[in-house]
C-alpha cells in the first residue's frame, strides 16, 4: 500500500521498538487514505463484505479490481479507489472521521507504518514453509513518527489486531509461497477461477461446496461440514485446503473409495 521507494532497507525482528502514534490530531490525518495499492487477503474480503451487508460477489463488483500475477497466473483483488482527483478510498469518510470501516479495515492498514514480507525457510521436516519478516515505511507525509509514544513492532502488531489477521490468511500465504517456486505450472484459465472464487468470493465458493457434487467426491468429516455450514471462517479455512489440492501442492482432501 505504499512506493517501495519509501520502504527502509533494515530487516526488522519483532521486539525492534520505533516510536509512532495515529489519531485524529497528527496533522497528516487521512492523508495515507488516497491513491494507495492495497491487496485484500481473503479475510479482508470476509470482513469487509460483513460489515457492508454485501453479499461477497457484489463486494468484488462495486469494491474491488483484478490483477493477474504474471509468473503465477494468479488472480489477486485490489482495492479499487475512488474516481475523484485525489483518488480517494471509498471507506475515507472524510477527512476529519477517518476510515468509516476502522475494526474491519484490511490487515495492510492494520500494519502501517510497518510494512510486511514473507521468504521461503526449510523447516526440520524438509518441507519448504514461510517466515515473515518487517520493515519501516517512512513516507514524508506521515507524521506519526513524531508522536512520542513507543512500540515493539510485535506490541504494534498485538495493538492493531493484525495478529489475528494473520492467523486467519496464514494457510493461504502458505499456500502462495509453496506456488511461488520454479516448477510451479502458471495457472489455467479454469484452475485461475477457482484460485479467485475459493480466495475471495466465499458465497459463491458456498454454492460451489454444497451444490456441486464435491461432498460425494470427498472424504469430508461431518463435524466440518456443519461448521462450513454455520461459520465463513471454516469455509474460508476448507477452501485453502482445497486450493492446496486442486494446484498440486499437498494432498490436503481424501477422495472417496467410490469416485
Ligand atoms: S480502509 Fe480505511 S484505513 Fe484503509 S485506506 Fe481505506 S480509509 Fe484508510
Ligand atoms: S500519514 Fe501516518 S500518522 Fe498520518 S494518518 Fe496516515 S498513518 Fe496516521
Redesign the pocket.
Known sequence: MFNTKVVQPSRLDPETRFKFR?HPG?P??????SNIDIMLTPYDVLRLKNRLGLTSDKFIEDYTFMRTDDKSNHLYAYLKMGTDEEKRCPFLESAEAGCSVYSDRPVSCRY??IGQGLVKVEGEDKKTTHEEFYFFVR?E????YNEPDEWTVDEWRDDQDSKHYDEMNLEWKELLMRRDHPGQPKLGENKQMQFFMASYDMDRFRHFVFGSGLLDKFEIDEDEIKAMQEDEVALMQFGFRYLKFLLGLEETLKLKEST
Request: charged content about 20%; overall charge positive; hydrophobic content about 15%.
Open positions: 495515529c497528527v497528516c490525518f487521512t492523508k495515507c487514505c502501517y507504518p513516507e507525509h506521515c507524521k506519526g
